[in-house]
Nanobody, 122 residues
Framework: QVQLLESGGGLVQAGGSLRLSCAASGRAFADYAMGWIRQAPGKEREIVASISAGGGSSYYADSVKGRFTISRDNAKNMVYLQMNSLKPEDTAVYYC???????????????WGQGTQVTVSS
């Protein structure tokens, strides 16, 4: 089992950048695929980005390709989401989550953090 704690959210103007961090505790962090999932008010949860356990494979939603980058540091039990060229439609609560394999749907993630709010003003 793994416990997750996000940080780095906040208010930013359109075109700006934010870096989200997720600290993991528990055993065998390097065994888990990790992901960032967001949920905006009135919308379904969306997998923004995922990364494999070893970091060699990653996945991005079409809406963030070329703007967001997911990375991980297994030595530090950390996963990051660098978000550039932010748009108002990126406004959401962003969750860090873990799974044994990269899932196709948000429901496939087994362990979740509490989330961090990202607000992009126009």
């Amino acid at each position: 089992q793994v416990q997750l704690l996000e940080s780095g959210g906040g208010l930013v103007q359109a075109g700006g950048s934010l870096r989200l961090s997720c600290a993991a505790s528990g055993r065998a962090f390097a065994d888990y695929a990790m992901g960032w999932i967001r949920q905006a008010p009135g919308k379904e949860r969306e997998i923004v980005a995922s990364i494999s356990a070893g970091g060699g494979s990653s996945y991005y939603a079409d809406s963030v390709k070329g703007r967001f980058t997911i990375s991980r540091d297994n030595a530090k039990n950390m996963v990051y989401l660098q978000m550039n060229s932010l748009k108002p439609e990126d406004t959401a609560v962003y969750y860090c989550a873990a799974a044994l394999l990269i899932p196709r749907d948000p429901e496939g993630y087994m362990w979740w953090g509490q989330g961090t709010q990202v607000t992009v003003s126009s």
